[in-house]
C-alpha cells in the first residue's frame, strides 16, 4: 500500500496489519506449545496454552473493531478495501488456529501424567513440524508480499492430508495390535485431526492474502487427499 495524504489513516492501516502479525505469532507459539506440551506430558504448558487463548480473542476483537471503525471513517477503496477486508479474514482463521491449538493442550490433562509412548508419537509429531512450518509460513510470506509463496504454501495443504491420513492408519494398526494403546492413540487421533483442520486454516489465510496482494483470487477447487473416510469399512 502506498501512502496517503492523512498520515493517520496510514497509522490505521499499520496498527491492523501489527495485529494480524502478532496474531500469527502467537497461533504459531500456541500450535508449538501445544504439541510439546501433548508429547511430554506437561500440563503446566498445556495451561500457558489454554490460557493464551483469551489473548487471541482479545487481539481478533480489537483488529475487528479498527478494521470497522476505519472502514466507516475513512471509506477506503481498491487495495486498501481488499487488505482490511482480508485482514478480518485472516484474523478469523488465526483465531481458529488457537482454538485448535487449546483443544490439542487440553488432551494433556485427559492423558495424564504419563507422556504418549514414543513409538505411538512418532508420525503426529512430524505431521505437527510441517503443520507448525506452514502457519509460520503463512504470516512471513504475507508479509513479504510474496505472493507466488502464498499460491504455493496454499498448494502443500495436500501434503498435511497425506500426514494425516498416514497418522490415523498407524494409529488404528496400534490400536488393533494392543488394546492398552487403545486411549493414549484416541487422544492422539483427535490431535491429528486438529492439526489437519489447522492446515485448512493456513490454505484460508494463503488464499486471502494472495488476494489481498494481487486482486486476484486463486481458483476454488484445491484437491483434499484425506483417506480416513475410506481407512475403516463396516461390512
Do not use: W
Not at 36 to 55: F, H, K, N, T, Y
Not at 100 to 111: S, Y
Not at 155 to 169: I, L, P
Amino acid at each position: 500500500m502506498g501512502e496517503h495524504t492523512v498520515t493517520s489513516y496510514d497509522e490505521e492501516l499499520g496498527d491492523i496489519d501489527r495485529l494480524i502479525r502478532e496474531m500469527g505469532a502467537l497461533s504459531t507459539a500456541m500450535v508449538d506449545s501445544a504439541m510439546r506440551s501433548l508429547l511430554a506430558a506437561d500440563v503446566a504448558r498445556a495451561q500457558g496454552v489454554i490460557a493464551d487463548d483469551a489473548l487471541m480473542d482479545a487481539k481478533q476483537r480489537e483488529l475487528d473493531g479498527r478494521a470497522i471503525t476505519l472502514i466507516a471513517r475513512r471509506q477506503p477503496m481498491a487495495q486498501d478495501l481488499r487488505a482490511v477486508v482480508g485482514a478480518i479474514r485472516m484474523a478469523g482463521d488465526l483465531e481458529r488456529i488457537g482454538d485448535l491449538a487449546k483443544n490439542i493442550a487440553k488432551r494433556v490433562g485427559a492423558v495424564g501424567q504419563t507422556a504418549a509412548p514414543r513409538g505411538l508419537s512418532h508420525g503426529i509429531e512430524a505431521m505437527s513440524a510441517l503443520v507448525l512450518e506452514q502457519v509460520r509460513g503463512a504470516i512471513s510470506l504475507f508479509t513479504a508480499h510474496d505472493a507466488a509463496g502464498l499460491e504455493r504454501l496454499r498448494a502443500e495443504d495436500q501434503k498435511v492430508d497425506v500426514g494425516y491420513t498416514s497418522v490415523f492408519r498407524e494409529l488404528l494398526t496400534y490400536m488393533m495390535e494392543d488394546p492398552r494403546n487403545i486411549t493414549p492413540c484416541t487422544h492422539l487421533l483427535f490431535c491429528a485431526k486438529n492439526l489437519e483442520r489447522i492446515g485448512d486454516h493456513v490454505t484460508n489465510i494463503a488464499e486471502n492474502g494472495y488476494y489481498v496482494l494481487t486482486g486476484t483470487q486463486l481458483l476454488t477447487s484445491r484437491p483434499k487427499l484425506d483417506e480416513t473416510s475410506m481407512t475403516v469399512r463396516v461390512d
